[in-house]
């Protein structure tokens, strides 16, 4: 045999063992996915087992009280929470009318509902200092301002001085009290 065909037959020798190694490691894979499917049937039926010794350890009636009572329990839970639910939203739409912003009246609107009177007060005490500031900020900023060295009449120092005789008789005539003042 020459070296070509030699490299040939290794090669098919090669590629025949490659296979033979695959069949043993599918037969392999076949043999332990039947054990495991054995196992989880093996499980599934002991589970039923359980179930069924249960149910049957409860009879038809104790079952249906227990789900009756359970169910119950259940929606009472539901009523209550709706209950509460529109109650505070009620009162916080109360609460918002009055001048609330909407954080501080759902607070404030829970603390009511749960009768919690000092979260209560203390939401309204944080009502009442937001709304004081919030006058006070609003008086400043309409208040007019007089000019720099005004009077209550609006006329300066500087204004009066450069007035004429005749503005000065006038303003002597109409409030002599300002013309004395700033005529100093």
Do not use: C
């Not at 789900?67 to 009523?79: D, F, G, V, W, Y």
């Amino acid at each position: 045999m020459n070296e070509n065909e030699t490299k040939a037959v290794d090669e098919q020798t090669e590629k025949t063992d490659g296979l033979e190694e695959l069949k043993a490691e599918l037969e392999r894979l076949k043999v332990e996915n039947g054990k495991l499917k054995n196992a989880q049937s093996n499980a599934s039926a002991d589970a039923a087992k359980w179930k069924k010794e249960l149910r049957d350890s409860m009879d038809a009636k104790t079952r249906a009280e227990a789900e009756t009572k359970e169910l119950i329990e259940q929606l009472r839970a539901e009523n209550e929470q709706m209950k509460r639910n529109q109650s505070v939203a009620e009162r916080t739409a109360s609460y918002i009318g009055v001048g609330f912003d909407a954080t501080l009246a759902k607070q404030a609107a829970e603390a009511s509902f749960d009768n919690k009177h000092d979260d209560f007060m203390q939401a309204l005490k944080s009502f009442l200092i937001a709304h004081d500031k919030a006058l006070a900020a609003d008086a400043l900023r309409n208040t007019p301002r007089p000019g720099v060295g005004a009077t209550e009449s609006g006329i300066t120092k500087e204004q009066f001085d450069k007035m004429k005789y005749a503005e000065r008789v006038k303003l002597y005539d109409e409030q002599p009290e300002l013309y004395k003042e700033l005529a100093k």
